[in-house]
């Protein structure tokens, strides 16, 4: 039997690089610091946040939150790689913390056009998960109304204002093939839309690889914590493809039981995945089937 790995399994750029800030903060900082922080939890990743925590980092969900901590233990915050609304920089500033911005360079780029085009009349749409940590943030840079949809259906359902002038961005972990679909149905409405592409690559890389793979395999697993949207939505295209898909956390929740007609187990994992995890989930199939 053989066991494939995704090229792109796991961290992503943007991911890494805001973990390694918390990494490099807690290396750099001197006993008599206050402590470290970040807004929300780095990634959505237990086993990773779990091991900060071990280490001092402590997680702030609210500026409420941020607000009760002693003004003498506020230290440095690092904002996570999806970004937070512009009001909760600020806010963080005047409440005294340092705050380390790691958001990832690609949702910086959604923030600055989401501010740019809001500061020229425009209303934003983003084409997202409503609720999701990124597209609230990314609604905070704007100094327009918001609007934020979902899937195709919601474009057919959605009207605007006549002669409101529209710039269309993407959640960057959403379906590239849903992002043009809601495009096309707002183009289609007669909407004078400004579109961006603002999928991450990253994103793009990893679902074709894993469709690809999923397609070529008896059996697929795909690792990633419950709650990261774009573990979820790899689980479902490799669902699509290969019928064996099945999505866990570590390597703890693994049980399977190959027949011995498998011949190929095919491995991706979410962004926010760590490589021990990966690793481990890897070297145990290789082994024990
Ligand atoms: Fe950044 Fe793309 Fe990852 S936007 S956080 S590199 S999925």
């Not at 990261?228 to 669902?239: D, P």
């Not at 019928?243 to 991706?268: M, N, Q, S, W």
């Amino acid at each position: 039997m053989e066991v494939i790995l995704a090229e792109h399994a796991g961290f992503c750029f943007g991911v890494q690089r805001a973990v390694d800030t918390v990494y490099e903060q807690i290396e750099s900082r001197r006993e008599d610091e206050p402590p470290i922080y970040t807004y929300g939890s780095i990634i959505h990743n237990e086993v990773v946040v779990d091991d900060l925590q071990r280490r001092g980092v402590h997680v702030l969900s609210s500026l409420a939150e941020a607000g009760q901590v002693p003004e003498k233990k506020r230290g440095t915050v690092i904002i996570r790689s999806h970004g937070v609304e512009r009001s909760v920089c600020e806010s963080l500033k005047a409440l005294g913390y340092q705050v380390t911005d790691a958001t990832c360079p690609f949702v910086k780029r959604i923030h600055d056009i989401v501010e740019r085009e809001s500061a020229e009349g425009k209303s934003i749409v983003i084409v997202g998960d409503k609720g999701h940590p990124e597209v609230e943030a990314t609604r905070g840079w704007s100094y327009t109304e918001t609007y934020i949809i979902g899937s195709p259906e919601e474009a057919e359902k959605i009207t605007f204002k006549e002669n409101e002038a529209l710039a269309v961005v993407s959640q960057t972990t959403f379906n590239y093939k849903k992002f043009q679909d809601v495009v096309e149905i707002l183009e289609k409405k007669g909407y004078n839309v400004s579109v961006v592409n603002t999928v991450c690559n990253a994103t793009e890389v990893r679902q074709t690889e894993a469709r690809e793979l999923a397609a070529r395999v008896d059996v697929m697993i795909v690792i990633g914590g419950n709650h990261s949207s774009n573990t979820r939505k790899l689980y479902e295209i490799c669902r699509q493809e290969c019928e064996e898909t099945y999505h866990i956390r570590t390597l703890a929740d693994l049980h399977l039981k190959l027949p011995e007609t498998v011949r190929l187990v095919g491995i991706t994992a979410g962004a926010s995945t760590p490589n021990n995890i990966i690793e481990e989930v890897q070297n145990y199939v290789r082994i024990n089937f």
